[in-house]
């Protein structure tokens, strides 16, 4: 079975739209003032940014087969409008963000890589933040097609929709200590090819989770806690069985535990550190499929997980952060994932006009269920910005990404190129 796991010439008429449109919403919404392009719009205490991205983008590997050849790259069109709210108050903080991705492709070759769908939205309310009772809100939810080996198909992705929503009941006894209680609930939607399948219809799971978390925290310096963190979840899928041309894909429930504990927060002015270790397990039902061998638990350094992330802000325009992470997590072609993942980012801004950012991650994964493999990934990427204003920019990125595997197949390499134009009212 083959399976893999796996962002000018507008401008003007753009900022006429956000524009009008900003001048209706003022006639509307009271005490809603408008300022400039880039000084964002403003309503009591809330700050609405509005943004749009639009370029091109060229990919050497688009579906990222293992082999390519020529006629094997592809161009596209990027179009990523957005929009941030901020509300920041004595008693409640509220975030969102939310972005919608559109790619179109030059080429009636390429028509397969299109798509229209790709979104992500995320919000998080802290309500009471002061008081001795608060609560604690997060919803996210997106829907992200990542390209598949899978040329022929007229959707040559796996499309994930995922959805994910946290509460927790917020107790402070005293100035330094904090308690939490709550629950998650989270449903990941998976389409994709099935192995050996160059076209035709795709496979579709959905796989629910739900649990409590809780924690605890003490606050020993005003922004710096060590903490201790728990969670519990149950995991099942809606189909326990996926029938495919090579092989059949069994699916066991499971059950997933993680407690951590560690320090984070700003140590000085500069610094900031999320400093974590602890232990976690991945627990499956054998019963639940055919062959206890699709059902393994995690064991060993599996159960270890790790947070080190340190960064380093010398100004505002200018950060630096390097970090390891060691995390369990379901796959949706096999029973679970073990990764380990280090990472290097860094930003700088030289002059008012023109800045430079890049990251650098590695990422070690190994899968184990009915499907073992192991893999590398590498991922480069960097990018050049001019800022002809605070509120407009031209950027030239790229990007390169290599996976090996101990499976050739799902093996690749691919390098983008993108030419990006963005306006921030």
Do not use: C
């Not at 209680?181 to 219809?201: H, I, R, S």
């Not at 639940?288 to 159960?303: C, I, R, Y």
């Not at 970090?323 to 801004?349: E, I, L, W």
């Amino acid at each position: 079975m083959k399976v893999r796991l796996n962002p000018l010439p507008l401008a003007a008429p753009r900022v006429v739209n956000i524009a009008s449109l900003g001048l209706l919403t003022t006639l509307l919404v009271p005490g809603l003032s408008l300022a400039a392009p880039g000084e964002h719009i403003r309503t009591g205490d809330a700050v609405i940014t509005p943004h749009v991205s639009l370029g091109l983008e060229y990919y050497t590997n688009p579906y990222h087969s293992e082999a390519t050849g020529p006629g094997s790259s592809a161009t596209g069109l990027n179009l990523s409008p957005g929009l941030d709210i901020r509300l920041g108050g004595e008693d409640v903080d509220f975030d969102f963000g939310g972005l919608y991705d559109l790619r179109k492709f030059v080429g009636d070759q390429d028509k397969g890589l299109d798509r229209f769908s790709d979104f992500s939205i995320k919000a998080d309310l802290n309500a009471n933040k002061q008081g001795v009772v608060g609560l604690r809100l997060h919803e996210g939810a997106g829907l992200k097609n990542q390209p598949a080996d899978a040329a022929g198909s007229d959707n040559p992705f796996l499309t994930q929709t995922r959805n994910q929503t946290t509460g927790a009941v917020v107790v402070r006894p005293g100035p330094a200590f904090e308690l939490n209680a709550g629950g998650l609930f989270e449903v990941d939607d998976y389409a994709f090819v099935p192995g050996g399948t160059t076209a035709g219809n795709r496979t579709f799971n959905t796989r629910l989770g739900y649990g409590p978390r809780g924690g605890l925290a003490w606050k020993f310096l005003p922004k710096t806690a060590l903490a201790v963190d728990a969670e519990y979840k149950l995991q099942s899928w809606s189909n326990q069985v996926l029938v495919s041309p090579t092989q059949n894909v069994e699916y066991p429930s499971s059950s997933y535990l993680r407690v951590t504990g560690g320090m984070r927060g700003r140590v000085t002015d500069k610094l900031t550190v999320a400093l974590s270790a602890g232990y976690g397990t991945a627990a499956f039902d054998a019963t639940s499929v055919s062959d206890p061998t699709f059902a393994p638990n995690a064991t060993g350094l599996q159960k270890l997980l790790v947070d080190l992330v340190w960064r380093y802000e010398l100004s505002d325009d200018d950060r630096f952060a390097v970090g390891f992470q060691r995390d369990v997590n379901p796959s949706y072609f096999t029973a679970f994932m073990a990764t380990n993942k280090g990472f290097v980012t860094a930003d700088a801004r030289f002059t008012d006009r023109f800045g430079l950012n890049g990251e650098f991650n590695v990422r070690g994964e190994a899968f184990k269920g009915q499907v073992e493999r192991t893999d590398l990934v590498l991922d480069a990427k960097g990018a050049a910005t001019y800022y002809a204003q605070d509120y407009a920019s031209v950027s030239l990125g790229a990007q390169w990404v290599e996976r090996s595997s101990t499976d050739l197949r799902v093996a690749y390499d691919d390098v983008r190129v993108n030419l990006m134009g963005t306006f921030t009212y």
